[in-house]
């Protein structure tokens, strides 16, 4: 069986098992249908991360990074190494790259200037974008990871593939979509959240909306647990090293994230946060005051309520790390990529377009904001 990565592991902190394949560990049971779904009994911390098809995963996202690869030239499409030297020019002009693991020479599809900077924080957050399918507003889940210091985007992936996968990986709508909360309290929501996480089928199983393609069209719709274990894999092998890590309010998320930089967190030296915001006036300046903890959901998280003027935050940390850093913890890459996002026609029109196309969209947009903030940083 191929099991390059691993997908299905112990996913809690503080266990000695966390990030650890089937393979390693003799304190696994599996299957176990004690929750109504195949899951992976981990007997020493007691938790039961869903069974995923690892063949099927492994076979989708070896697809999914080699065609990452080859087109951006950040690390080998074969190997997956990350350590490239420049490798003369092929007859038209372009750039040609060898991987010094493997040998391995290709020309990336994207010449780009440059290395891409180590971010000192990871900020990640989910959007729900309209495409045209079988019919309209169909919804694609999106992933936008940024450089939470400097904002420009690290990494953007939908749960739209071209490639061709198992069924176990598919999305199924089953017609009933999780409310939406924007409108509540920041602390409610937060509570609201976490009971939503619960009534999922499996934690991880998030029902957000009819994404049924064009009929014959090309590719697939992929569950969001599994774009998102494909999305952390390449910001994993860009920068492995990335301790500071900030994503929104989603279970699936922290499950990926902990699974993807698993030996970081094993031996704590990584940290990761879940973020909520309220943001009513994004001109103030005022230093972040703490207000309270509390404490949320299943787990019991401790939540810090954090106040600015009219604005509020609640931040949780999911594994230990520094408490100061809470002050400093943020969505406003994200925020402000999104808002920008929104006035881009191009975008806005995504309704009209098919899942593919608004995909393409995204990661051509990402680039354009990228470039504006080299060329005006100041403006940021
Ligand atoms: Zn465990
Ligand atoms: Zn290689």
């Given at each position: 069986?191929?099991?390059?990565?691993?997908?299905?592991?112990?996913?809690?902190?503080?266990?000695r098992n966390l990030g650890l394949p089937i393979s390693a560990s003799a304190d696994y049971n599996w299957p176990d249908f004690r929750l109504g779904f195949p899951a992976l009994h981990c007997r020493a911390c007691g938790s039961y991360p869903p069974l995923f098809d690892e063949q099927q995963f492994n076979e989708w996202l070896s697809v999914y990074l080699r065609t990452y690869a080859s087109e951006n030239g950040h690390f080998c499409p074969e190997c997956f190494c990350q350590k490239t030297i420049c490798y003369g020019h092929n007859p038209r002009g372009t750039q040609r790259v060898q991987c010094r693991m493997c040998r391995k020479v290709w020309t990336p599809k994207q010449q780009k200037p440059g290395k891409i900077v180590l971010p000192e924080r990871i900020e990640t957050v989910a959007l729900i974008v309209p495409f045209q399918g079988n019919s309209t507003e169909q919804k694609l889940y999106v992933l936008l990871s940024f450089d939470a210091v400097r904002g420009n985007v690290l990494h953007v992936s939908t749960n739209f593939t071209q490639h061709d996968m198992g069924e176990t990986l598919r999305y199924r709508w089953r017609g009933i979509a999780e409310p939406d909360l924007l409108h509540s309290d920041i602390v409610q929501r937060v509570d609201m959240r976490e009971a939503q996480f619960l009534h999922r089928s499996q934690f991880d199983e998030i029902q957000y909306g009819s994404a049924v393609l064009k009929r014959n069209a090309k590719g697939a719709m992929l569950r969001p647990v599994i774009a998102a274990h494909g999305h952390f894999r390449v910001l994993n092998i860009l920068f492995p090293e990335v301790r500071i890590h900030i994503i929104s309010h989603e279970s699936f998320l922290r499950?990926?994230?902990?699974?993807?930089?698993?030996?970081?967190?094993?031996?704590?030296?990584?940290?990761?946060?879940?973020?909520?915001?309220?943001?009513?006036?994004?001109?103030?300046y005022l230093p972040w005051?703490?207000?309270?903890?509390?404490?949320?959901?299943?787990w019991q998280g401790q939540w810090q309520l954090w106040a600015q003027g009219k604005n509020r935050k609640m931040v949780c940390p999911l594994t230990g790390g520094d408490r100061g850093n809470a002050k400093t913890l943020s969505l406003t890459a994200s925020r402000y990529f999104i808002h920008w996002l929104y006035q881009q026609p191009k975008f806005t029109h995504s309704t009209q377009l098919s899942a593919g196309r608004v995909t393409q969209i995204l990661l051509s947009l990402a680039q354009d904001y990228n470039d504006e903030l080299i060329t005006a940083p100041s403006g940021y």
């Open positions: 069986m191929l099991t390059l990565f691993t997908i299905n592991t112990c996913k809690s902190f503080g266990c499950g990926a994230v902990i699974t993807v930089w698993a030996d970081l967190f094993r031996q704590r030296e990584g940290e990761l946060w879940f973020i909520e915001e309220e943001i009513n006036d994004s001109n103030i005051e703490f207000q309270r903890t509390t404490q949320h959901g299943w």
